[in-house]
């Protein structure tokens, strides 16, 4: 079993910055090789991709490519999304997500393991 945990999330003014993190456990789980990501859900909207990565790479959603950044600590077996130049838009519940395999895709239903959600609102 794979235990994700987020924290990082808030209340923050357009255009200001924010780090969200994502603590991995599992006695299985091979953090430095698998997938993991960023999904996101505002109030009212589906779920939306935000970012993966894996050893090979990281991929982003058209919406926050350039302004935020997915990378890893594999010492720490964290993962980060820090999300810079906020937008009201950018207003959801942040999820954390991961794969059992080195596959980084957008597609919600393909990561298995999913985290309880941070909540980031950004006022305008």
């Known amino acids: 079993q794979v235990q994700l945990v987020e924290s990082g999330g808030g209340l923050v003014q357009a255009g200001d910055s924010l780090r969200l993190s994502c603590a991995a456990s599992?006695?299985?789980?091979?953090?430095?090789?698998?997938?993991m990501g960023w999904f996101r859900q505002a109030p009212g909207k589906e779920r939306e991709f935000v970012a993966t990565i894996s050893w090979s790479g990281s991929s982003y959603a058209d919406s926050v490519k350039g302004r935020f950044t997915i990378s890893r600590d594999n010492a720490k077996n964290t993962m980060y999304l820090q999300m810079n130049s906020l937008k009201p838009e950018d207003t959801a519940v942040y999820y954390c997500?991961?794969?059992?395999?080195?596959?980084?895709?957008?597609?919600?239903?393909?990561?298995?393991?999913w985290g309880q959600g941070t909540q980031v609102t950004v006022a305008s």
């Open positions: 997500v991961a794969r059992n395999d080195a596959l980084m895709t957008p597609r919600d239903s393909w990561y298995p393991y």
């Open positions: 599992g006695r299985t789980f091979s953090f430095s090789s698998n997938a």
